[in-house]
């Protein structure tokens, strides 16, 4: 599977932002699809993850009721939307998948496509 993040950009504080991740070629249906976001000089850290099938997903605590994560698996694209915006929240997003639900490890999913970037101003 290749996947492909869209809808980066700059947002204020308090704003909001909607990423898609976009999915070409074979999806197991029991892959858990991801996102995470890597700021500069810091490690790639979990943000979202969802289910392929069903609609279950899981969030870093640090996002939990700032985030939502989704997917049309018509359209093969899952979303994550971020609102409010923090300055804290600028990182390059990515996506991928997996097969381990649940985890938040970056090294349980792959297929990274390039990243998105999101800036927050204050």
């Known amino acids: 599977v290749q996947l492909q993040a869209s809808g980066g950009g700059l947002a204020q504080a308090g704003g909001s932002l909607t990423l898609s991740c976009a999915a070409s070629?074979?999806?197991?249906?029991?892959?858990?699809m991801g996102w995470f976001r890597q700021a500069p000089g810091k490690e790639r850290e979990f943000v979202a993850g969802i289910r392929w099938s069903g609609r279950s997903a899981y969030f870093a605590d640090s996002m939990k009721g700032r985030f939502t994560i989704s997917k049309d698996n018509a359209k093969n694209t899952f979303y994550l939307q971020m609102n409010p915006l923090k300055p804290e929240d600028t990182a390059v997003y990515y996506c991928?998948?997996?097969?381990?639900?649940?985890?938040?490890?970056?090294?349980?999913?792959?297929?990274w496509g390039q990243g998105t970037q999101v800036t927050v101003s204050s």
């Open positions: 070629g074979r999806i197991f249906s029991s892959s858990t």
């Open positions: 991928g998948n997996g097969p381990r639900w649940g985890s938040r490890q970056a090294v349980d999913f792959g297929s």
